[in-house]
């Protein structure tokens, strides 16, 4: 009786653990992230995620012709200097902030409607005698009125 206690109490626990930090990473994501946009305006679109250390994420996000744009990338200070690489959908790099000092955001205008990607890559640290860094990443898109 007391093990199957101790299980339901550790399901339930991992269950609401995902939920949990996803929730955190909302909450970094307004606090931090969304007002550092202006002066654009934030598009709605809450694309965030937790990572660790050496992960890379991508997400393909549609731009509309004649509009100026932002796309921010803005993640936790513990995984330091985050890159992010803006490609076309034929894989051409268009922009890569490891180039540009780690800048957290690339300003650009969209001549005519496009599908771009957003790879976002979490630095690993050399020093593996330490635990391994997680932390919320977003990426943001904001446009002129």
């Known amino acids: 009786m007391k ?17 949990q ?10 606090k931090h992230c969304i007002p550092k946009l202006e002066p654009y305006v934030y598009n709605g679109q ?7 250390e050496g992960d890379v994420a991508e997400l393909l ?4 012709g004649g509009q100026d744009y932002r796309i921010q990338v803005c993640g936790h200070p513990a995984l330091g200097n985050i890159q992010f690489q803006v490609f076309d959908t ?9 180039e540009n000092d780690y800048t957290k955001a ?13 790879r976002v890559t979490v630095p690993q640290e050399n020093n593996r005698s330490e635990m391994v860094q997680s932390g919320c990443v977003s990426i943001l898109v904001g446009f002129k009125e």
């Open 3 to 19: 093990k199957a206690l101790y299980s339901l109490l550790f399901m339930s626990i991992l269950a609401i653990a995902p939920m």
């Open 21 to 30: 930090s996803q929730a955190q990473c909302k909450s970094f994501t307004k």
């Open 46 to 52: 809450l694309n965030s995620a937790v990572l660790s």
């Open 61 to 64: 996000l549609t731009f509309y």
């Open 90 to 98: 034929e894989n051409n790099i268009l922009f890569d902030n490891a």
């Open 106 to 118: 690339w300003d650009f205008k969209s001549n005519s409607t496009q599908q771009l990607i957003v």
